[in-house]
């Protein structure tokens, strides 16, 4: 049920980011060339459910990782991070669309604000996969019953 509550959740907001991009950043120059607009809306499209799934990560990812027990600063970093790496993209392509990446110093802001913080990302989930890769695992299946012991004479 989760799952299908998920999917539904970030087609919802796919669909939605295109207006809502566009409102919140308007194209600072006219139309794309009409050749353009396709790649632009798919690009868009993807960029929108990234940050559909980080949000959805955001909420329901805390439970599984507060269920598995294991919060420490390096989970709460990779957490971050990974919502970090999906949700930034639709912002970030909002920015450049719009008057404010279209100046040096605007780029400049923008390379600052989501590329480093998308580099530190990237290294926070890196060392958390690496430390989860080489920790011991920790087989919780089930067991089945041990045998009593038969008392031989």
Not at 14 to 21: E, F, N, R
Not at 69 to 87: D, E, F, H, K, Q
Not at 109 to 119: G, K, N, P, Q
């Amino acid at each position: 049920m989760a799952r299908y509550v998920v999917l539904a959740l970030v087609a919802i907001w796919t669909v939605a980011s295109l207006p809502i991009g566009l409102a919140i950043w308007p194209p600072a120059v006219g139309m794309p060339p009409t050749r353009l607009l396709p790649v632009i809306a798919l690009v868009s499209l993807f960029e929108g459910a990234a940050f559909g799934l980080g949000v959805v990560f955001l909420v329901f990812g805390s439970r599984v990782l507060r269920a598995a027990g294991r919060w420490t600063p390096l989970t709460s970093a990779a957490y971050a991070g990974i919502a970090w790496l999906l949700v930034s993209w639709w912002p970030h392509d909002g920015l450049h669309r719009s008057g404010f990446g279209r100046t040096i110093a605007g780029v400049a802001a923008i390379d600052i604000a989501f590329h480093t913080t998308l580099i530190l990302a990237t290294g926070a989930v890196t060392v958390f996969f690496i430390r989860a890769i080489r920790s011991p695992v920790v087989d919780s299946s089930p067991q089945p019953a041990a045998e009593p012991a038969v008392p031989t004479a």
